[in-house]
Antibody, heavy 121, light 111 residues
Framework: EVQVVESGGGLVQPGGSLRLSCAAS????????MHWVRQATGKGLEWVSA???????YYPGSVKGRFTISRENAKNSLFLHMNSLRAGDTAVYYC???????????????WGKGTTVTVSS | QSVLTQPPSVSGAPGQRVTISCTGS?????????VHWYQQLPGTAPKLLIY???NRPSGVPDRFSGSKSGTSASLAISGLQAEDEADYYC???????????FGGGTKLTVL
């Protein structure tokens, strides 16, 4: 079964750091782009970061310089390192599979159940 | 303020047809980037509903259809069922922002 499972969420103080993990299974992880998408309670989806199969990374302005996405293909794992966390970063963080290398596809076809990050003192 | 604009809510009676619009600009939908749609049932993760403007993944009923024209796209749901009550999001890519963008989401209520 193709799936991704997030972990690592929790309560962190403003200014603190946290590392999220995403374990992938059922597909050739190294052949796919991967994303992090977040959703604050009662709000919409917000794309947080992406990493390509060659390791290229992308971020929106809201997290650039604070968040770092990385992948370890040998362990079928995706990570999100979050620094200088703010109350506005409080959300459920989803790991999502992007397009297969060479496909040009920019959708997200496999989603995890999410992990909750709460930034509060 | 989302880059892609969707109506906050739509509603329809069982059996009816509803459409949800997604309006972008010349740097995303109008630039030729595909539009994708996601369904988020209450308390669950988003699920890919339509990809590449009008394609359905395996298992998605043909009651769901998508289209794109110019700087806008639409999701149509025909033969509304109670289980279609959910939030729906459009998504594309924006060349000016160099990133993926979502619409603000539309809550579908089945009356």
């Amino acid at each position: 079964e193709v799936q991704v499972v997030e972990s690592g969420g929790g309560l962190v103080q403003p200014g603190g750091s946290l590392r999220l993990s995403c374990a992938a299974s059922g597909f050739t992880f190294s052949s796919y782009d991967m994303h992090w998408v977040r959703q604050a309670t009662g709000k919409g989806l917000e794309w947080v970061s992406a990493i390509g199969t060659a390791g290229e990374t992308y971020y929106p302005g809201s997290v650039k310089g604070r968040f770092t996405i990385s992948r370890e293909n040998a362990k079928n794992s995706l990570f999100l390192h979050m620094n200088s966390l703010r109350a506005g970063d409080t959300a459920v963080y989803y790991c999502a599979r992007g397009g297969e290398a060479g496909s040009g596809s920019l959708d997200m076809d496999v989603w995890g159940k999410g992990t909750t990050v709460t930034v509060s003192s | 303020q989302s880059v892609l604009t969707q109506p906050p809510s739509v509603s329809g009676a069982p059996g009816q047809r509803v459409t949800i619009s997604c309006t972008g600009s010349s740097s995303n939908i109008g630039a030729g980037y595909d539009v994708h749609w996601y369904q988020q049932l209450p308390g669950t993760a988003p699920k890919l509903l339509i990809y590449g403007n009008s394609n359905r993944p395996s298992g998605v009923p043909d009651r769901f259809s998508g289209s794109k024209s110019g700087t806008s796209a639409s999701l149509a749901i025909s033969g509304l069922q109670a289980e279609d009550e959910a939030d729906y999001y459009c998504q594309s890519y924006d060349s000016s922002l160099t990133g993926w963008v979502f619409g603000g989401g539309t809550k579908l209520t089945v009356l």
